[in-house]
């Protein structure tokens, strides 16, 4: 089985990650990216998840090349940390803008294909934090709790027509997201996680291809945390 799979911010990271896994099992690959050399071995679509006519655009050439999109996995995200005393009101909405409205537009054009289809599977890319809170993120963790409410309500307002809506909820993963953090900043973060370490990007990976298997066909509106124990509770 071939699906056609699209991974959003595919080009490195997480997503990079991610579109190995579906890769690896035989999977039609496309990824986004917004410039330089993508990485090679994945259809490469330039796509800005900001700009409404540029995944219009990205959508059609998948189509054209791997068919409908069968597996949506939004995961292109950024971070703009501030305290609020701080935060403009760009960083808020930029945060917004990408993470959540970026992740709506992306869902919403794969959702055509998957209702003509009768069938889909969408991955969302939270974070622990979105469901913890982190001080010098609300706009983050915002956009990230956001993603929890949209997937359940799609996950309602789809199932009879056999999509599943799914989040996980990462921790800390060792990314240049997470490279900007200092070595006492990582100390303090480790410290606090039950299993002592990062995650590595195919952990997180791992989890998302289980969600879009065949043995996930009965789990939709979940929100899976792969967070080596940090946000326990949550
Ligand atoms: P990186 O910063 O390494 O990569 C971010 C990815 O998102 C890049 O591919 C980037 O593309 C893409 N992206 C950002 N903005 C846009 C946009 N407007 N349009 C299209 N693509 C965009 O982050 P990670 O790999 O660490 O993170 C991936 C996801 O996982 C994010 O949603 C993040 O919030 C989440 N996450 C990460 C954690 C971590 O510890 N690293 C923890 C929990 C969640 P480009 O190369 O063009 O910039």
Same mark, same amino acid.
């Given at each position: 089985m071939s699906r056609s799979v699209l991974v959003t911010g &595919?080009?490195? &990271?997480i997503g990079l990650a991610i579109a190995r896994a579906f890769a690896d099992t035989g999977d039609k690959v496309a990824i986004t990216y917004r410039s330089g050399e993508p990485p090679e071995g994945f259809l490469a679509v330039k796509c800005d998840i900001t700009d409404t006519e540029q995944v219009e655009q990205a959508y059609k050439e998948i189509e054209e090349k791997? $068919?409908?999109?069968?597996v949506l996995v939004a995961n292109a995200g950024v971070t703009k940390d501030q305290l609020l005393m701080r935060m403009s009101e760009d960083d808020f909405t930029t945060v917004l803008d990408t993470n959540l409205t970026g992740t709506f537009r992306v869902v919403k054009r794969a959702n055509r294909g998957m209702l003509r289809a009768k069938k889909g599977r969408v991955v969302l890319i939270s974070s622990v934090? $979105?469901?913890l809170g982190s001080a010098g993120q609300a706009n983050y963790a915002a956009s990230k709790a956001g993603l929890v409410g949209f997937a359940r309500s799609l996950a309602r307002e789809l199932g009879s027509r056999n999509i599943t809506f799914n989040v996980v909820a990462p921790g800390f993963v060792d990314t240049d997201m997470t490279k900007v953090l200092t070595d006492d900043q990582r100390k303090g973060i480790v410290a606090q996680v039950p299993l002592g370490r990062y995650a590595k990007p195919e952990e997180i990976a791992a989890t998302v291809r289980f969600l879009a298997s065949?043995?996930?066909?009965?789990?939709? &509106?979940a929100v899976i945390p792969v967070d080596g124990g940090l946000g326990m509770g949550h």
């Amino acid at each position: 089985m071939s699906r056609s799979v699209l991974v959003t911010g &595919g080009n490195r &990271g997480i997503g990079l990650a991610i579109a190995r896994a579906f890769a690896d099992t035989g999977d039609k690959v496309a990824i986004t990216y917004r410039s330089g050399e993508p990485p090679e071995g994945f259809l490469a679509v330039k796509c800005d998840i900001t700009d409404t006519e540029q995944v219009e655009q990205a959508y059609k050439e998948i189509e054209e090349k791997h $068919g409908p999109v069968e597996v949506l996995v939004a995961n292109a995200g950024v971070t703009k940390d501030q305290l609020l005393m701080r935060m403009s009101e760009d960083d808020f909405t930029t945060v917004l803008d990408t993470n959540l409205t970026g992740t709506f537009r992306v869902v919403k054009r794969a959702n055509r294909g998957m209702l003509r289809a009768k069938k889909g599977r969408v991955v969302l890319i939270s974070s622990v934090v $979105g469901l913890l809170g982190s001080a010098g993120q609300a706009n983050y963790a915002a956009s990230k709790a956001g993603l929890v409410g949209f997937a359940r309500s799609l996950a309602r307002e789809l199932g009879s027509r056999n999509i599943t809506f799914n989040v996980v909820a990462p921790g800390f993963v060792d990314t240049d997201m997470t490279k900007v953090l200092t070595d006492d900043q990582r100390k303090g973060i480790v410290a606090q996680v039950p299993l002592g370490r990062y995650a590595k990007p195919e952990e997180i990976a791992a989890t998302v291809r289980f969600l879009a298997s065949d043995d996930a066909s009965y789990i939709t &509106g979940a929100v899976i945390p792969v967070d080596g124990g940090l946000g326990m509770g949550h």
